[in-house]
């Protein structure tokens, strides 16, 4: 098909997630906060909405929530394809494409060279610069950078290091099927220096992409500042496909190590459930932190599907959505160092959209219960539950009565699960219906969920963050109700609010 044909009302459009017009995107690339705006470059097909011809599609957004599309950014040619990267600004101009009254933004991406190509068969490190504060890119006359030889050797993410080895440039890339993250070095963004590797380690069950690292503080402690390492990996995900996991440590310059470490070389299958996952959901990969978000904050977005049934969900004449944005920081939690996600955007300041509705105190009898006045396919739920009798207890989204996206706790197995076997249109794909689960704990005998609904899709924070789940859903326009159920049993509602969005 060609990119403007649409065939079928745009109904699963989503309100408050970035998605393009009327093509194909896949990985965000090159976030970058530069000049008071958030600038999302993505994995994009702007011919057709199936994945193809890579380049680098753009966006912008100053709210994180209402994004503007424009041209694309970096465009595929006869030589290669734009695989993902990311971009810095080149405060210093220390790689010479503009000057030191007008730095450039340097996007380092990679090159997949096409067959007609002198460099045919090989993934190696390109740059592009832009002199307009990333509106418009040119490519770089020397390209590639960095080349090793390697067919797998992609997706870098370059930071700034300024520490007790000095200040230069950092990339991380991966050797994609030796499960490995390469580190090289550099002062121009130029000549590269390799550093170190690390890998393979934990999940291994599927190649390694897209990879990032940054400092956290650990408990908000400046004084106590820990490195993440982040390793995208397909398949081979907690609740099987696309999924990224992370890894704690420290960083001196040159190598990164871990103290979250479960399991060195290739993984044990049966142990997938004792790493660190960046979501637990089918549908959160290639996820990547901005740089130079304000105020230090360490800023995500992912893309929100999975390669088992991507090019095949059902949406048109655009495919696939990006996640919320969400802030991530490091806690203690049960003497570990874990991540907690918060999703983020100006909610505040969108237009005001149906009655809120709320609870306290509230037995839920065994059963499915309606929650009247409650309904909309755009909305944020907050909640709090304590069980009682019940086995599972929880939520249903989306629903009508025959269809609906579950949403629920079992407190024995120590489970959250999101249900979406009857969550509307399941059949494009064998993998897509399932019910997927992660593992979390009462905080002082009660579970806290917030759940963002958006047309298409729920994310689900759980315990303040420590757990979250992503998952598409594809359910009928009119399918509007929020439920609450125990099975089993009974439970309470401590508290519910849910807030409607536009
Ligand atoms: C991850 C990925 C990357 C690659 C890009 C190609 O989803 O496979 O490794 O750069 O997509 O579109």
Redesign the pocket.
Known sequence: MTAATATTADTFRPALHYAARNTWL??PNGLIFHEGVYHLYY?NNPLDNV?GN?SWGHATSTDLLTWTEHPVAIACDEEE?I??GSIVFDQDNTSGFGTDSAPPLVAIY?S?FKPGSAHRGLQAQSLAYSLDSGYTWTKHAANPVLSRGSAEF??PKVIRYDGDAGSYWIMVA?E?QDFQVVLYKSHDLKNWEALSTFGPANATGG?W??PDLFPLPLDGDPGNPQWVLTV?L?PGGPNTG?AGQYFVGGFDGTTFASSTTVTEGLQDPARLGEYQWLDWGRDY??AVSFSDAPDDRRLMIA?MNN?EYANQIPTTPWRSPMTLAREISLHTVDGKPRLIQKATGNFAALPEAGQAFSLTDTAIAEGTHILEGAAGSVQRIDITLTPGTAEEFGLVVRGDGTCGTRIGIRPAEGTLVVDRRESGDTDFHESFPSIDSAPVRATEGSYDLTVYVDRCSVEVFAQGGQATMTELIFPPETSTDVTVYAIGGTATINRLDITQFG
Do not use: G, K, L
């Open positions: 896949n990985d994995q994945w890579m394809d695989f993902s990679t997949a992609r997706d991966v994609a190649v992409e897209c995208n397909n696309s990969y290639a893309w390669w």
